[in-house]
Antibody, heavy 120, light 109 residues
Framework: QVQLVQSGAEVKKPGASVKVSCKAS????????LHWVRQAPGQGLDWMGW????????SYAQNFQGRVTMTRDTSITTAYLELSRLRSDDTALYYC?????????????WGQGTMVTVSS | QSALTQPASVSGSPGQSITISCTGT?????????VSWYQQYPGKAPKLMIY???NRPSGVSNRFSVSKSGNTASLTISGLQAEDEADYYC?????????FGTGTKVTVL
């Protein structure tokens, strides 16, 4: 079945970087855009950006420009989110999500989420 | 890109109908039919409930329906049930970005 499985929880110090992975299975990895969405504790969903696994092209939300990098490794059908210069307000649950082809903004499959805690 | 505006909370009794609004701009919600809605239980990933104005993924109840007028989309839950108590988010898009609503907590009285 179609699945997105993310890496485990991370604890980082302010100023450090974190890299979260999202392993896709059950479908053609290069056929669907993958997005990253985060949710701070008790808060709403915050879209971070997308990657086209076929070309490697990306688009990032303005709020994260300069700190976020999305990459992929097609040989192992895995996408990555790297966030640098971490701050305490980056503490959140980070999700990857597959977008339905031809329906922008429609996220039909979600990973289980990766908790990133930023604390000194 | 600012978040789409949703009411913070909506409540209703079992069997009633409730409506959640999602207001954006002419650059996102107002563009076309692509507004999606998600249900999220505490500690769980969001679940796609309805998209493209009227499409529901397999297994989603037809008690969920949507409408759109101008820059505002609305989700209606008919025949409210206890299991509908959750957070709900809308989402839309521009040419290169995506945006979510602020979220609405639905309480079943």
């Amino acid at each position: 079945q179609v699945q997105l499985v993310q890496s485990g929880a991370e604890v980082k110090k302010p100023g450090a970087s974190v890299k979260v992975s999202c392993k896709a299975s059950g479908y053609t990895f290069t056929g669907y855009y993958l997005h990253w969405v985060r949710q701070a504790p008790g808060q709403g969903l915050d879209w971070m950006g997308w990657i086209d696994p076929k070309s490697g092209g990306t688009s990032y939300a303005q709020n994260f420009q300069g700190r976020v990098t999305m990459t992929r490794d097609t040989s192992i059908t895995t996408a990555y989110l790297e966030l640098s210069r971490l701050r305490s307000d980056d503490t959140a649950l980070y999700y990857c999500a597959r977008e339905l082809v031809g329906a922008p903004g429609t996220f039909e499959v979600w990973g289980q989420g990766t908790m990133v805690t930023v604390s000194s | 890109q600012s978040a789409l505006t949703q009411p913070a909370s909506v409540s209703g009794s079992p069997g009633q109908s409730i409506t959640i609004s999602c207001t954006g701009t002419s650059s996102d919600v107002g563009v076309d039919k692509f507004v999606s809605w998600y249900q999220q239980y505490p500690g769980k990933a969001p679940k796609l409930m309805i998209y493209d104005v009227s499409n529901r993924p397999s297994g989603v109840s037809n008690r969920f329906s949507v409408s759109k007028s101008g820059n505002t989309a609305s989700l209606t839950i008919s025949g409210l049930q206890a299991e509908d108590e959750a957070d709900y988010y809308c989402s839309s898009y521009t040419s290169t970005t995506r945006v979510f609503g602020t979220g609405t907590k639905v309480t079943v009285l």
